[in-house]
C-alpha cells in the first residue's frame, strides 16, 4: 500500500487551503515521485500540494480521536464484562423462576426479571423507592420499580 506509485488522476486525502481540512483530492502533478499539485474534489480548487498544518486545531482533533478510540474501547470492555457477569448470574439463579417486569414491579437486588423488551435481566440494585439497575444481555439500565 505504502509503496504504490502515484501518477496524476488519483485520488489522495490532502489539506485543502479553501475548506481548511483534510479532503480528497486528485493529483495533478508530481515532483520527485511526491504530489506537488492537487485539485480539492469538493471545491474544485487548484493548489499545490501540503500535508496538514500542525496547528493547535489539527492536533486537538487527532487528540478527540484518540480519546474516542479509547472511550470505544473502554465501553467495549465493560460491555464485555457486564455480558460475563450478565451470564455468571444468569447461570448462578437459573434454579429461580423471573419475575414479569412492569412498572409497579416489587424486587430484590439479586433477582431475576423477565422484560419484554431486554428479556432477562439480573437486579442489581433498587435506588430508592421506584428506580432499579438491571443487568440485560445488552448491558445494565435504569428502569421504574415499586
Ligand atoms: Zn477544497
Not at 75 to 99: G, M, Y
Not at 105 to 112: E, F, H, R
Request: hydrophobic residues 30%; proline residues 3%; contains cysteine.
Amino acid at each position: 500500500m505504502t509503496n504504490k506509485t502515484l501518477s496524476p488522476g488519483d485520488i489522495l486525502d490532502a489539506y485543502c487551503t479553501k475548506c481548511r481540512k483534510m479532503m480528497n483530492h486528485t493529483l495533478i502533478a508530481l515532483v520527485d515521485e511526491k504530489p506537488s499539485r492537487v485539485k480539492c474534489n469538493t471545491c474544485e480548487g487548484e493548489h499545490n500540494f501540503r500535508n496538514p498544518p500542525k496547528t493547535k486545531k489539527s492536533a486537538s482533533s487527532g487528540r478527540t480521536t484518540a480519546a474516542a478510540t479509547k472511550k470505544a474501547l473502554a465501553i467495549e470492555a465493560k460491555k464485555t464484562e457486564q455480558r460475563e457477569e450478565w451470564e455468571k448470574s444468569c447461570a448462578a439463579l437459573a434454579n429461580t423462576s423471573p419475575t414479569t417486569y412492569s412498572m409497579d414491579i416489587v424486587v430484590k437486588a439479586k433477582t431475576l426479571v423477565q422484560h419484554k423488551k431486554f428479556g432477562l435481566g439480573v437486579v442489581q440494585n433498587v435506588i430508592g423507592e421506584n428506580k432499579m439497575t438491571v443487568l440485560f444481555q445488552d448491558g445494565e439500565k435504569l428502569l421504574r420499580c415499586g
